[in-house]
């Protein structure tokens, strides 16, 4: 029963792998504004596709995870990955049906309020707030949406792993 699920298992693995490379991967500083929250959206992705399977524990570990690997006070990751994966929950069924376009729109919104989670979080422990400069990521991990949701969906389909309803 389980080898049944192997195959989406270890791509869902792989591809929060990859997510976590591109988000530690060093940058120039005038460049790290503009970094897409790529475990975010894998995260998004995989919780749209199969939302049976997702697991609140899993996303904790990972989130703990991220917090250890990027230097982030610990409990901010898991607390974003958890609510926003609530909300994605709750609108799965809704969003399947909207375009690229307004995927992507809506992706703004969840990404955004992640990251008013996180500057909370930060600001908690200290960090001092400066504009709206830090949601700048939810700009750019709208536009790269698209492009991750038709990069995803076909290797979904190559690995034959079937959208849960």
Do not use: K
């Not at 475990?39 to 996303?59: D, E, N, R, T």
């Not at 375009?99 to 703004?108: A, F």
């Amino acid at each position: 029963m389980w080898l049944d699920r192997l195959p989406a298992l270890v791509l869902i693995v792989l591809t929060l792998f990859v997510a976590i490379l591109l988000d530690v991967y060093p940058l120039a500083l005038e460049h790290r504004i503009f970094r897409p929250q790529f475990v975010l959206l894998v995260v998004i992705y995989w919780v749209y596709v199969l939302p049976q399977s997702c697991s609140m524990a899993a996303l904790i570990i990972l989130g703990v995870l991220l917090d250890v690997t990027v230097g982030s006070p610990l409990g901010q990751h898991p607390l974003v990955l958890v609510v926003t994966s609530y909300l994605c929950l709750r609108s799965y069924r809704r969003v399947r049906h909207f375009t690229h376009w307004q995927e992507s729109l809506w992706i703004l919104l969840l990404v955004a309020c992640a990251q008013l989670i996180a500057y909370w979080v930060q600001s908690l422990s200290g960090r001092q707030m400066e504009g709206f400069g830090f949601l700048l990521p939810s700009v750019a991990s709208a536009c790269c949406w698209p492009v991750i949701a038709i990069l995803f969906d076909r290797l979904r389909r190559l690995y034959r792993i079937s959208r849960q309803v």
